[in-house]
């Protein structure tokens, strides 16, 4: 009989990290979040909309979406040299991409918002906590919306298809397979989708569904920290 498959920390196949999220986390930015999934932590920050520097990369019809990302020298267990890498260029792209198609920057031509999502621990599915914490900090900035985006990897670890896939198990199994994907949870559009690995068509809709699913808890999660911040603010008065 195969071997029932079993999650190093015991959490079920369709199981969350357990989530924190905390807006305003950086005093000075216009806004910013915090997002924890696990022992994840992303932290997001805005700035802007403000005047593009260089005026060439200015946008007449348009604000721009500028997105740095990196994880902290001291984010990893591995010896990480401080600074950009293609890794990280190629991640700060794949989450202005996914954050754009819930934005709308054309009341701000000219203009850029410049958001950077820094890793202060990595443990897997650095990118999603980045995206989740990205679009609270937007929130938090005022900056307008049709709806939260939501982040989480699935994939396929020893055959079997979980949610939010951590490092170690990342790193178990003969091939394990890696899918970020981001959606706007209300409207189910999808806003990012990688693929890291093999999978078969069956799996990986099961896979999209349990990002579907997971998606829908993430925003709620995210619903509330925005929440949070205004009682608070009520409170306070
Ligand atoms: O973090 P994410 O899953 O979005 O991206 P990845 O490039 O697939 O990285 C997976 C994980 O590998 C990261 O979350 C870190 O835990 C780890 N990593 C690391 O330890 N050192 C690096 N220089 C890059 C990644």
Redesign the pocket.
Do not use: H, Q, S
């Given at each position: 009989m195969a071997k029932a498959f079993k999650r190093n920390d015991g959490r079920k196949v369709d199981e969350m990290r357990p989530m924190e999220a905390k807006l305003g986390v950086v005093k000075s930015a216009e806004g910013s979040a915090m997002f924890k999934a696990g022992k994840?932590i992303a932290i997001a920050a805005v700035r802007g909309p403000r005047e593009v520097v260089p005026a060439h990369k200015q946008r007449a019809d348009r604000g721009l979406l500028r997105c740095t990302y990196d994880?902290l020298s001291f984010s990893?267990?591995?010896r990480?040299r401080p600074g950009p890498s293609r890794?990280s260029s190629e991640?700060g792209m794949v989450i202005e991409n996914a954050l754009l198609p819930a934005m709308d920057l054309s009341d701000w031509p000219y203009t850029s918002v410049d958001l950077y999502v820094y890793i202060t621990q990595?443990?897997?599915?650095?990118?999603?906590a980045g995206i989740n914490a990205a679009a609270l900090a937007l929130a938090d900035a005022g900056i307008p919306m049709k709806e939260l985006v939501s982040a989480v990897?699935v994939g396929k670890v020893d055959g079997q298809v979980i949610v939010d896939i951590d490092?170690h198990e990342?790193d178990q199994g003969e091939f394990p397979t890696?899918i970020?994907v981001a959606m706007m949870p209300n409207s189910g559009k999808v806003t990012l989708l990688q693929l890291d690995g093999k999978i078969t068509k069956d799996e990986l809709n099961s896979a999209l569904k349990l990002a579907e699913k997971s998606c829908k808890e993430i925003q709620e999660v995210q619903k509330q920290a925005i929440r949070a911040k205004y009682v608070s603010k009520e409170e306070s008065k």
């Open positions: 994840t994880l990893v267990n591995d990480k890794r991640i990595a443990d897997a599915g650095t990118r999603c990897a490092k990342e890696d970020p």
